[in-house]
């Protein structure tokens, strides 16, 4: 039962830190230079992951839960604001028929 910590051990953890950034970055790449809301909205969930992967990998080198455990709240979180970004996504798409966030302007007035 306990050999999921062993086999995440045979990995180095740098390995799980360089991918776990490399993600990251990727995210921060696509919300600063894509248009669309949803890749936007895709990059921020990439960047969520990276960091579940991240807290995923230091709890099982530090043999500790508490990390998978807060991995399952953040996991929670990031359900619930799929639905409220989607259904923002939805009503802006509705309003202006574009989901290209530099139309949003029109929304102002």
């Known amino acids: 039962m306990n050999q999921i910590p062993e086999i995440i051990r045979t990995i ?11 993600l ?3 995210g921060i790449i696509g919300v600063l230079t ?18 579940n992967i991240l807290l995923v990998a230091l709890s099982a080198y530090r043999s ?9 709240f953040i996991m929670a979180v990031a ?15 509705r309003n202006i028929r ?5 139309l949003l302007n029109h929304l102002k007035w």
């Open 12 to 22: 180095p953890l740098e390995y799980y830190l360089f991918f776990s950034t490399a």
């Open 24 to 26: 990251f970055v990727i």
């Open 34 to 51: 894509r248009r669309n809301a949803i890749i936007i909205f895709m990059c921020v969930e990439l960047m969520l992951n990276a960091v």
């Open 64 to 72: 500790d839960p508490n990390g998978q455990i807060f991995v399952f």
């Open 79 to 93: 359900a619930a604001e799929v639905c409220v970004g989607l259904a923002i996504i939805v009503m802006i798409y």
């Open 98 to 102: 574009s989901t290209d966030v530099h």
